[in-house]
């Protein structure tokens, strides 16, 4: 099993639509959980760390699921500026590691 | 603003080749940086972990000589690929963080195309 697993679709939705990207991990001793954007050519920015509880952050939640070591996105009233890469990233092994994990990325392409 | 730069962010050069990347914190000290490395449509790959005033730690598979990082200052690390090939080609990009719950910032990345 990939330690970061996404689907990488392309997902192509239009303007206003709602999309929902998943990740698997494998290492259940990992900590600390993301989901960065990377645009073509360009460094990854983070978007929003995963919590527990699940967070929100305007448009975009995000949820996750020890148990099963699933993370989700969740976008709402999608914009054409939203157009990217996002990538699941999970830090690389137990507590206290500053490494981090990415999975491939997930491409979305947000229509007029 | 950026807090973590990265200079050159493209370079072109020849086969055999040595080439320096350079990886700055601007308003923080980092103890510990990461160096990865992207090919097209293939997800971000640790290669090292620099750390200052000690060896880097490399990824396996990651040849530590033909990579060369030195980390001798909290805020700037440079990666040397020595006699560089086109397989080296690639976008090269460093990071660096705080605490383990908080994200990473990356720099703009290194473009390395070699001729």
């Known amino acids: 099993r990939k330690e970061v697993e996404q689907d990488p679709g392309p997902f192509n939705v239009p303007e206003g639509a709602t999309v929902a990207f998943n990740c698997t991990y494998s290492n259940s001793a990992s900590q600390s959980f993301f989901w960065y954007r990377q645009d073509c050519r360009k460094e990854p920015k983070l978007l929003m760390s995963v919590y527990s509880s699940g967070n929100e952050d305007g448009r975009f939640t995000a949820q996750l699921n020890r148990a099963s070591q699933y993370i989700s996105l969740l976008i709402r009233d999608s914009k054409l500026s939203d157009s990217a890469t996002y990538l699941c990233v999970v830090n690389k092994a137990g507590a206290g590691s500053y490494q981090l994990t990415f999975g491939k990325g997930t491409k979305l392409s947000v229509i007029p | 603003g950026a807090v973590v730069s990265q200079h050159p962010s493209w370079v072109i050069c020849k086969s055999g080749t040595s080439v320096k990347i350079e990886c700055r914190s601007l308003?923080?000290?980092?103890?510990?940086m990461f160096w990865y490395r992207q090919f097209p449509k293939q997800s971000l790959m640790l290669m090292a972990t620099s750390n200052e005033g000690s060896k880097a730690t490399y990824e396996q598979g990651v040849e530590k000589d033909k990579f060369l990082i030195n980390h001798a200052s909290l805020t700037l690390s440079t990666l040397t690929v020595t006699s560089a090939h086109p397989e080296d080609s690639s976008f090269y990009i460093c990071s660096a963080g705080g605490p383990l719950s908080q994200p990473q910032h990356f720099g703009d990345g290194t473009r390395l195309s070699i001729l």
């Open positions: 308003d923080f000290q980092a103890t510990t």
